[in-house]
């Protein structure tokens, strides 16, 4: 089975319809048949990881016939990659939402569809601002990227860019002091609704 990488973000239950006006200002949200759930397409501002993986995207879809067609036409051209000069656009990502029992609080996860997908949510910068950003806009409790078998890697909690890595074993690997026992607190809850 493939990588199945996800950005979480731990938000106010109140704060969801904003989330999802917000996905559907940058994107397209679309319900999928079952199993599959909910579907989210979301633009982001290029840079040269996500330009090499669309590059690829379209070099696959379109065989020979892209180089000529990059080289006679603007990437515009492909609009449902490069919406506009600087956004490439990525879908489909799975989006789940699960409510924190005995709290306000929810759980966000966006999955990558396919392990292409989950390597450049780990390196690309602008997918991870773009999480930086949305989880300032709702004023989430915590951000992270489960990396599945190489843990869980927290940037954001409580209104401040963070470094936290915690093992699929849910062993802190590195956190200063103040959010070693919130981080571990908050991957417990994560655990207990995602990875039952």
């Known amino acids: 089975m493939g990588l199945d990488y996800s ?3 731990l938000i ?4 969801e319809q904003q989330l999802l006006t917000h996905i559907s200002e940058n994107g397209s949200i679309e319900q999928l048949a079952e199993p599959f759930g909910t579907c989210v397409t979301l633009n982001f501002l290029l840079d040269e990881v996500l330009v090499d993986y669309l590059n690829k995207i379209v070099r696959d879809r379109y065989g020979d016939a892209w180089t000529r067609r990059l080289l006679f036409n603007e990437e515009s051209n492909y609009p449902e990659y490069f919406p506009t000069h600087n956004t490439g656009r990525i879908g489909c990502i799975y989006l789940d939402i699960k409510q924190v029992s005995s709290s306000d609080y929810s759980f966000v996860s966006f999955t990558a569809a396919a392990s292409g997908m989950s390597r450049l949510f780990q390196t690309s910068p602008s997918i991870k601002n773009w999480f930086v950003h949305l989880s300032s806009m709702l004023n989430a409790r915590a951000a992270f990227l489960d990396l ?3 843990g869980y890697h ?3 909690r409580e209104g401040c860019m963070i ?3 915690l093992n699929e074993d849910l062993e802190i690997v590195q956190a200063t002091d ?3 026992q919130a981080v571990t607190d908050i991957c417990h809850d994560y655990a207990k609704l995602f990875l039952v």
């Open 12 to 15: 106010k239950r109140s704060d």
């Open 178 to 180: 103040s959010d070693r």
């Open 7 to 9: 950005f979480v973000l």
């Open 148 to 150: 599945e078998e190489q």
């Open 154 to 156: 927290f940037f954001y």
């Open 163 to 165: 470094t936290a890595i």
